[in-house]
């Protein structure tokens, strides 16, 4: 019989072989007990790669969703592309409704005079519309990462526009950047390679800097102007 973990004990009980455990058996749990689609968000960050790495055990051809944008950094692009490849992942590439120059266009540099709109436009939006078909959404947030991620859950119910509700897995939730690192060497997994200039969190390019706060990863998003894009704050 398998050992069956207390997720919610004290993170500083716990070793990074409980966690990775934890994460392990919270998404052998999710996928053996779903009926529906799943699928993994995945915005080529560490730990974006690190919850993908561990639900493909079980599904590899799971979908892959990475918002494009249109405005990420090029080195993002060509590590999407590689590692795709690398892992034979079945890639959603999502784009939103605009192109970069349309929507230039029509509303201006939204990024500099509305960064709410513009995230929400490119990616709340098209993210919403594609959550729609499914069940179970994998994401590799972690509570350690900014403030807004204090009260995570590694499982929440997610209302969509839709009024349906989908089941929002959080695996990571109690991992330290520690763990994720770790992990990523014990796995040989091959990390964006934005880290080894500085960067904690990695967005669009007009929207990420170096962080301005050491002691906070997402201090660099969009010139501390604001902490998520959206796509987060929806929980229910
Ligand atoms: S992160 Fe910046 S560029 Fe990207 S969608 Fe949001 S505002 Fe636009």
Partial sequence: ???????????????????????????????EQTQGDVCVTNSFQA?????????????????????DTGYH????????DRMAQAWSMNLINLLPELTVPEQEARFGILNQSDPSR?????????????LDRYELWFTGLRREQ???????????????????????????????????????????ITLLR??????????????????LDPNDPRSGRWGGRKQECGIHLQST
């Fill in 1 to 31: 019989m398998s050992e069956i973990l207390n997720l919610t004990a004290p993170p500083t009980t716990q070793s990074i072989e409980y966690r990775i455990r934890a994460a392990e058996q919270l998404i052998r749990q999710e996928l």
């Fill in 47 to 67: 730990e974006d790669m690190i919850v993908l790495h561990i639900v493909r055990q079980t599904l590899p051809d799971v979908p892959v969703i990475f918002l």
């Fill in 73 to 80: 950094f090029a080195e993002v692009y060509e590590y999407r």
């Fill in 118 to 130: 513009c995230c929400g436009l490119r990616k709340v939006k098209p993210l919403f519309a594609a």
């Fill in 146 to 188: 900014a403030k807004s991620r204090a009260a995570l859950q590694p499982v929440e119910d997610f209302a969509l526009p839709t009024a349906r509700t989908i089941r929002k897995i959080n695996p990571l939730t109690e991992w330290t950047a520690k763990d994720v690192w770790d992990y990523a060497r014990q796995n040989d």
């Fill in 194 to 211: 934005l880290y080894d200039d500085g960067y904690s969190s990695i967005g669009c390019e007009p929207c990420t800097r170096l962080p």
